[in-house]
């Protein structure tokens, strides 16, 4: 276990580094991001074989299908790794930049400019391609990171840092710009989350219970990515082919993130023509269902779903199904058992489409699409360090202009105040 000493230390290094990082222009940034690009598909034979050794202590931890999943790495996603950070290197830099100008009666001048936070601490359990978007979001804002894993994805984040790092390194980043604590036990997050003044803000990404802990425990500003319990709306004026695709994405196309759908609301005139056909397909694909009396009515054989069902997200082929008389009552289910995350309506109706947009107060709201696209690549911001599910400063996918704040730079010519 590293000593209570030494986590100061990194830090220390961490907040050092950062003053260093500021100045770095934003060529330097890009063709060191460029070139951790190339690295990671050089070293993806010795990345994969890192992963294989925590996908067998998966296995034998009985970890769900969907979880390992998450966990697994191969050519094609070290492959979108690698792209992710050459999207990044594209993105405009917004170190410097002026968000506001002022000019005052006085005379003053006054400009408001974007800056890096400093030092960011993600705390992130069990996705190993994080290790590398956190790293190239932070490496592109300026800001110094400390990276602290989750076990069962120890050796191949482990891997992936050693990659990027040395290749950052080799071409002139300032020394412990990126740090990685490679030791799992969890009073390690204990003593990281103690750090007040030396790391400047704490992001995990995981369950529930890993951002409560984080947040009950930290003496750093913590920004939350609570669960996802996303929901979809299927309206009664909705599009039934349309909806019928959307939900099926929404669920099946990758299960164990927190951007998929966990429950399906159908709107109750429209409940027994689209049900048995989607059940049915999502039965096809393994999906389990568990609905309200409403939903066993129209197809018997479900599981009833309980309250905590509701409240639940499932990370797996679980579905929760609830027959709605409208859009009023979906938007009370939403904002009852929701995790204002991201959800989404199926309608062809514009005034039921308003007011889900205005009456669900949740960080990415959809019509007529999947919520699988809240994500920060998909929103063209390169990549993400998580879905904030706050409403200060951060909301939804956080790019990099989440991870700045800004100073005054005040500009005068001998003012005084009277």
């Not at 979108?80 to 968000?99: F, H, R």
């Not at 120890?154 to 390194?169: C, G, P, R, W």
């Not at 062809?348 to 809240?374: G, I, Q």
């Amino acid at each position: 276990m590293i000593k209570k000493s030494e986590i100061k230390k990194i830090c220390e290094k961490a907040k050092l580094a950062s003053r260093s990082l500021a100045l770095v222009g934003s060529k330097t940034k890009n063709d060191i991001l460029v070139a951790m690009a190339r690295a990671l598909l050089k070293g993806r034979s010795h990345i994969i074989c890192e992963n294989k050794k925590d996908l067998m202590l998966a296995t034998r931890k009985n970890i769900s299908q969907a979880l390992i999943d998450r966990l697994s790495l191969n050519a094609s996603r070290i492959a979108s790794m690698s792209d992710s950070l050459l999207k990044i290197a594209k993105l405009k830099d917004p170190v410097g930049e002026t968000i506001e100008i002022l000019k005052r009666p006085n005379g003053l001048l006054i400009k408001k400019v974007r800056v890096p936070i400093g030092v960011i601490l993600i705390i992130y359990e069990s996705r190993p391609n994080v290790t590398s978007d956190c790293i190239g979001l932070c490496l592109k804002s300026s800001n110094a990171v400390i990276l602290r894993g989750g076990s069962e994805a120890i050796n191949s984040n482990v891997a992936i840092f050693d990659i990027l790092n040395k290749e950052a390194s080799r071409r002139g980043l300032p020394p412990n710009s990126i740090s990685i604590i490679k030791d799992t036990d969890r009073r390690m997050v204990d003593e990281l989350l103690q750090q007040e003044g030396l790391v400047d803000l704490a992001i995990p990404r995981g369950g529930e219970s890993l951002i409560r802990e984080v947040s009950k425990k930290s003496m750093i500003p913590v920004i939350k990515h609570y669960k996802g319990v996303c929901h979809t709306y299927v309206d009664e004026k909705a599009d039934l082919k349309m909806a019928e695709e959307i939900c099926f994405n929404a669920k099946v196309q990758r299960p164990g993130v927190c951007n998929a759908m966990e429950t399906m609301l159908v709107n109750r005139k429209i409940a027994k023509y689209f049900l048995p056909r989607m059940i049915r397909r999502f039965r096809d694909a393994g999906v389990e269902i568990r609905g309200t009396i409403d939903v066993k009515r129209v197809v018997s054989d479900i599981k009833i779903a309980t309250e905590d069902d509701w409240y639940t997200e499932y990370l797996d082929l679980i579905l929760s199904v609830k027959i709605v008389k409208d859009t009023d009552e979906a938007i009370r289910h939403i904002m009852k058992y929701g995790s204002y995350h991201s959800d989404a309506i199926v309608t062809e109706d514009r005034l039921s489409a308003a007011k889900f947009l205005n009456e669900v107060d949740s960080a990415c709201v959809y019509v007529n699409a999947s919520t699988r696209f809240t994500d920060g690549g998909e929103f063209g911001k390169g990549a993400e360090m998580g879905i904030s599910t706050d409403k200060i400063h951060a909301r939804g996918p956080m790019g990099l202009e989440e991870l700045t704040s800004y100073k005054y730079v005040v500009f005068g010519n001998g003012q005084i105040r009277k």
